[in-house]
């Protein structure tokens, strides 16, 4: 097979780091492809007051995949504080460059999967019967619908006149709101169209049935919010009934869903959910398998583009250390979903398999699996390095 080209965006922080540490293992399993930077980011915010260059679309959309590091995000009035000084009061406004990209490209299909490592400190455990220890084992994966619902970016602070006008014409509205001014009023929309909800229910029955999972739970909350989450489960029951009958499809809302993760972790296969819920229930999830260090993803559009990232933030702190002590394994298994997208589920498989020995030995730890507090003095106290964890998986391919 020829040369693949991959647009790598480190990103910030720590994004560079864990980024580099994941192409090291892809060169190791002798994948075979050129990489080409993108910039994106908190520098290219301050300096051009835009942290997603229109040259950084233009390479995503050329070649299609791109392994993304982490970026930084700050509240909008942080941001405009630290633009360059010939930049400020211009009337720039920050917004994330990875929601920008999921809209962008209409990258509306997210999933998060998690899954437990044997032997891994950091899991979840919890008391059975008799006083006994129990470490169930957690294999879920997390369908998050990427582009609508809160994270759709349509709302206001002092709505102008036709917004506030329309909003008035709700009776709930009119009665509970209907004497504030509108310049003490905000609005964040949650916005479902049919068309995407379909599209994220497809890709989590037909995840389903390509892996065997029993089970798809639509985790939101339809007894409140009817309108968008009523939708989401209705249909839901619609494509379970006339196309994956022998699926079983559970409703979870997002709320009792937090209790009975720590309660029945185990019993969950494939969940489905709009953005934000999404967003909770995934780290959520994480926390189980240890935590964001070992969160990966995925996000695709219908037409071929596709971008994989940890879910971790990008940690400055630790950006600056002169040896890096950052766990690199959420980033190398995003590496690893990239892979399975490709075809390339060979490589994939050694390289999970390898990182699957290192952690259950259990000889190389970074500090969040001693479960120490993050400081440069923490390789002193036996932790391994980002450089030492990497190269203990790429010794067991």
């Not at 049919?194 to 892996?211: C, M, N, P, S, V």
């Not at 029945?264 to 260090?293: C, H, R, T």
Request: hydrophobic share 40%; with cysteine; aromatic share 8%.
């Amino acid at each position: 097979m020829g040369k693949r080209t991959i647009v790598s965006l480190p990103g910030d922080g720590i994004g560079a780091i864990v980024l580099s540490e994941a192409i090291r293992v892809l060169e190791a399993t002798g994948f075979n492809a050129d990489y080409i930077e993108g910039d994106i980011g908190w520098k290219f915010w301050r300096k051009e007051g835009n942290p997603l260059p229109e040259r950084t679309i233009n390479l995503l959309a050329e070649h299609k995949i791109g392994l993304f590091g982490a970026i930084t995000s700050k509240p909008k009035d942080e941001a405009a504080d630290e633009l360059d000084a010939e930049l400020q009061q211009k009337g720039l406004v920050y917004s994330s460059p990875i929601v920008g990209l999921r809209q962008h490209f209409n990258m509306d299909i997210c999933i998060r999967p998690c899954k437990t490592y044997p032997g891994n400190p950091l899991n979840f455990i919890r008391r059975g019967k008799d006083g006994t220890i129990e470490e169930p084992i957690i294999d879920v994966a997390i369908f998050r619908q990427n582009t609508e619902g809160l994270y759709g970016g349509v709302e206001w602070s002092d709505p102008p006149g036709q917004v506030h006008e329309a909003l008035m014409t709700h009776p709930k509205f009119r009665k509970n709101f209907g004497r504030v001014p509108a310049n003490d009023i905000s609005v964040s929309t949650r916005i479902f169209t049919r068309k995407a909800t379909r599209r994220i229910l497809q890709a989590a029955f037909g995840h389903a049935r390509k892996y065997g999972y029993k089970s798809v739970t639509v985790c939101e909350k339809p007894n409140v919010i009817r309108e968008t989450s009523g939708m989401m489960f209705k249909m839901a029951k619609e494509i379970q009934q006339d196309e994956y009958p022998e699926i079983e499809l559970w409703n979870t809302n997002i709320d009792a869903q937090m209790m009975w993760l720590t309660k029945n972790p185990e019993d969950y296969n494939v969940i489905v959910a709009g953005n934000m819920f999404g967003d909770i229930v995934s780290d959520a999830f994480a926390g189980l398998i240890g935590g964001l260090g070992f969160a990966c993803s995925a996000q695709f559009s219908a037409d071929g583009v596709a971008l994989f990232e940890p879910t971790h933030g990008s940690a400055p702190k630790y950006a600056g250390y002169d040896i890096s002590i950052v766990n690199p394994i959420a980033m190398i298994e995003s590496a690893c979903m990239m892979l399975d997208y490709l075809g390339e589920e060979e490589r994939s498989g050694r390289i999970r398999n390898a990182v699957s020995v290192v952690v259950k030995e259990g000889k190389v730890r970074t500090y969040d699996m001693m479960k120490l507090t993050g400081s440069q003095d923490v390789l002193n106290k036996g932790a391994s390095s980002t450089k030492e964890m990497t190269d203990a998986i790429i010794s067991k391919l």
